[in-house]
């Protein structure tokens, strides 16, 4: 697998080499979809059984979201060595020194985002959570078209008004959804703070993008390596601001305290830690490569189609109540993605066509 491969495989340079480009770029593609996927589906549920099982500590549950990033070094330890057997000069980072700083703020960013999704969701059932969650794709659109001149389009208007009446919706119907000892007002604090999240989120995804268009305008070509890099950079500055909490709240002592009391047993209650940590890695590493693969939007596009997956696999595992509300809700959410996969369709459809014609005339002249 080459992880090296550059974003934009040139044309003209020989057959061999672009045709080879393209397939590992979309079996790169293929495998981060998955990531993401199976991160979209089982982060949620994971954090969501830390919280219903005994667990309280919201900074921890933060923590975890971004603190499977040391998995990331044994693939970047390989692509340096690669690099040092073709070039004993190679730098140690491909990322310059000015992306990495906009990386540790986007991990600062991240580490804000976790806590925030974290303290909602030790409110709201998984359910709720992921209809909320997905509203993020309004709001990425928002800040696509204000950042990365991402085009706004009469389908991807449709799909945010779709997104933000499901949200209402929900809003508007609580009294059968709150978990076990949670009040109305802390029902309602997780429901602010989850669509919080949400926005927060969508602000990152472009802002990403921004920081890959300025590592290649340095002259670099952006490989999925660099991307990868720039990810354990944002892991690693997300997981410092969490643990500065996590020391504030003094969650560290607290750890073997709650181990003892959790409802599923010490031993498990370790287990939930470390799979909440490996899934939500697999979530963050998917979700930039899928950005770096094809862009912003198709994250987000991803993110809400497992959103049904998501609340079957909530209902089955961790028993919770599926109301009329939230099908309405969920109804309107996949009615708005629809619209807007449609649009980007046709699009693509529109520029492809219009791509060839500038080809054939210029081919004629």
Known sequence: MDVEAPKDVGHGHGQAAPVRGRAARWLLAAINCGMLAVGTTGGPLISRLYFSKGGHRQWLSAWLESGGWPLLLPPLAASYLGRRARDRGAALFLTSPRVLLAGAGLGVLTGADDFIYASGLAYLPVSTSAILTSTHLAFTVFFACLIVRQRLTAATLNAVALLTIGAVVLGLHTSNDRPAGVTNGKYWMGFFLTLGAAALYGLILPLVELAYKH???????????????????????????????????????????????????????????????????????????????????????????????????????????????????????????????????????????????????????
């Open 215 to 365: 590592a290649a305008g340095g002259g670099r070509a952006v490989t999925y390596a660099l991307v990868v890099e720039m990810q354990l950079v944002m892991g690693f500055f997300a997981t410092a601001f969490c643990t500065v909490g996590m020391i504030v709240d003094k969650d560290f002592q607290a750890i073997p305290r709650e181990a003892k009391q959790y409802e599923l047993g010490e031993t498990r209650y370790y287990t939930v830690l470390v799979f909440n940590a490996i899934l939500w890695q697999f979530f963050f590493v998917g979700a930039i490569g899928v950005i770096f693969y094809v862009h912003t939007l198709l994250a987000g596009i991803i993110i809400a189609v497992f959103i049904p997956i998501t609340e079957v696999l909530s209902v089955v595992f961790l028993h919770e109540k599926f109301s009329s509300e939230k099908g309405v809700a969920l109804v309107l959410s996949l009615w708005g993605l629809a619209s807007y996969s449609y649009g980007e369709y046709t699009d693509a459809k529109a520029n492809k066509r219009a791509a060839s014609q500038a080809e054939a005339s210029l081919v004629l002249v």
